[in-house]
């Protein structure tokens, strides 16, 4: 994989576990660099449990001064709880009294949170951190730079969110990208809407009226509007 990144012209891999020596060796000698690295025992962090949260906290951080360690600069986190009945409001309030010390330990270590807006598994759909609404008090409760957001333009265009927008509100807070893009299916979408199919998609990775495609083969304008926006 890494010579396939190398040899069509990327420069760093998203990786899901740094285990030494070999996702390290592997990228040196394609000549990229390692991008993300995932982290585990996210959804204990969100637990309503606080020994469950204690636990999953200090997890996190002897993860961070490993992946630190290592040389990698970029954790990529999906804020699913572990109840995926838990709404985002409740899950909000669990995170302002848990995050707070994984970032400090973030800036301590050198390291960047990326947090990833897919919304979660249908019907609840509990994901931190999916919306614009859930995203402005996340960076108002935390203003460090050290935590901030994947953006991939494919979750907002199946939600319905303007994706440029996005990127002008909170563009400083981006650290990490996803190259992802977004069909809008309007016959499935006249068929069910905006909710789930009930007797299963037409597509994979898709929940009926949208699937996910690699870019040019969906909504997003990746070579005018958004470019541009990202350059300025």
């Not at 962090?45 to 970029?74: C, F, P």
């Not at 572990?82 to 409001?89: A, V």
Request: glycine share 10%; aromatic share 10%; with cysteine.
């Amino acid at each position: 994989m890494a010579n396939w990144a190398a040899e069509v012209g990327l420069d760093s891999l998203d990786v899901p576990e740094l285990t030494p020596p070999d996702v390290i060796k592997a990228c040196d000698h394609a000549g990229i660099t390692v991008g993300t690295v995932d982290v585990k025992n996210v959804g204990q962090l969100l637990s309503i449990n606080e020994e469950s949260r204690a636990n999953a906290v200090n997890s996190l951080k002897q993860q961070m001064d490993h992946i630190s360690s290592l040389g990698a600069r970029t954790i990529f986190i999906c804020l699913v709880p572990e109840d995926p009945q838990l709404s985002r409001k409740k899950g909000f309030a669990i995170w302002k009294e848990t995050f707070p010390e994984i970032v400090k330990h973030a800036e301590q270590t050198g390291l960047y949170i990326a947090i990833e807006g897919w919304p979660g598994p249908a019907p609840y759909y509990p994901t931190l951190g999916c919306t614009p609404e859930m995203l402005r008090a996340m960076f108002e409760t935390i203003p460090s730079q050290h935590f901030g957001m994947t953006y991939d333009p494919s979750h907002l265009v199946r939600l319905g969110i303007d994706y440029i927008r996005v990127l002008n509100e909170f563009g400083e807070r981006v650290n990490h990208c996803h190259g992802k893009d977004t069909e809008i299916l309007h016959d499935e979408l006249y068929e069910c809407g905006v909710l789930p199919s009930t007797f299963g998609e037409k597509y994979l990775f898709s929940e009926g009226s949208w699937r996910y495609t690699i870019p040019g083969d969906g909504e997003i304008n990746w070579g005018g509007r958004l470019l541009f926006v990202w350059n300025e």
